[in-house]
């Protein structure tokens, strides 16, 4: 089994409201990453997490706060976006942190924001 | 610092022609090469991968690569294009020191007529 799932599938928000994505996987893999995707553009990574620790914060603003509670889960906590926050929010997970290693995406939670 | 080009935002190909996608890397140590694709509203399947060894990577769905140092490229390519190959590309590029930051370039769309 070499999938990984998100929910919701879509969501729109307010600009005041807080919600958050969720990314889950049980391939016993130990590295998890979230990426941001605008439409027509390649993704871009946000955040890496490496045995359950926050390994990379690619200069993400604060109103995203990333959550990794346990091996298997990811979340992304959201407040006070900007509209143009909406995208596309993949997760991947990896075995491990190396270079060499497969990441798998999950098929990602389209994100609007009002 | 790791990035990759790929040429050509979009390419047409007949059902049963070549496919040649291009892509393109700068990287200051050896990388690791990566071709993803992607469907409309989904997220990110990895085709193949090139970290050492063999220069010639076969992947999924009969789509091979092959990376040449000399030209810093990884182009990728299919004998015979099916419809089913219609999608979004994307070529990505890791390095050793970049803790499983994946670079992606800016995606090609190949269209497959009939």
């Known amino acids: 089994d070499t999938e990984v799932t998100q929910t919701p599938k879509h969501l729109v928000m307010g600009m005041t409201n807080k919600k958050s994505l969720k990314c889950e996987q049980h391939?016993?893999?130990?590295?998890m990453y979230w990426y941001k995707q605008k439409a027509k553009k390649p993704p871009e990574l946000m955040f890496v997490?490496?045995?359950?620790?926050?390994?990379i914060n690619e200069s993400v603003p604060s109103r995203f706060s990333p959550e990794c509670p346990n091996s298997s889960l990811l979340n992304l906590h959201l407040h006070a976006l900007q509209p143009e926050d909406s995208a596309l929010y993949l997760c991947?997970?990896?075995?491990?942190?190396?270079?060499?290693?497969?990441?798998?995406f999950g098929p990602g939670t389209r994100l609007t924001v009002l | 610092a790791q990035s990759v080009t790929q040429l050509g935002s979009h390419v047409s190909v007949s059902e049963g022609a070549l496919v040649l996608l291009r892509c393109n890397y700068s990287s200051s140590v050896p990388p690791y090469l990566f071709w993803y694709v992607q469907y409309p509203n989904q997220g990110l399947q990895l085709l193949l991968k090139y970290t050492t060894g063999a220069t010639l990577v076969k992947g999924i769905n009969g789509f091979e690569a092959e990376f040449k140092k000399s030209e810093t490229s990884f182009h990728l390519t299919k004998p015979s294009a099916h419809m089913s190959d219609a999608a979004e590309y994307f070529c990505?590029?890791?390095?050793?020191?970049?803790?499983?930051?994946?670079?992606f370039g800016q995606g090609t769309i190949l269209t497959v007529h009939p």
């Open positions: 391939m016993g893999h130990r590295a």
């Open positions: 991947a997970s990896s075995q491990v942190i190396p270079s060499t290693d497969t990441q798998y």
């Open positions: 990505a590029v890791s390095e050793s020191t970049s803790y499983g930051k994946l670079t």
């Open positions: 997490y490496s045995y359950e620790k926050l390994s």
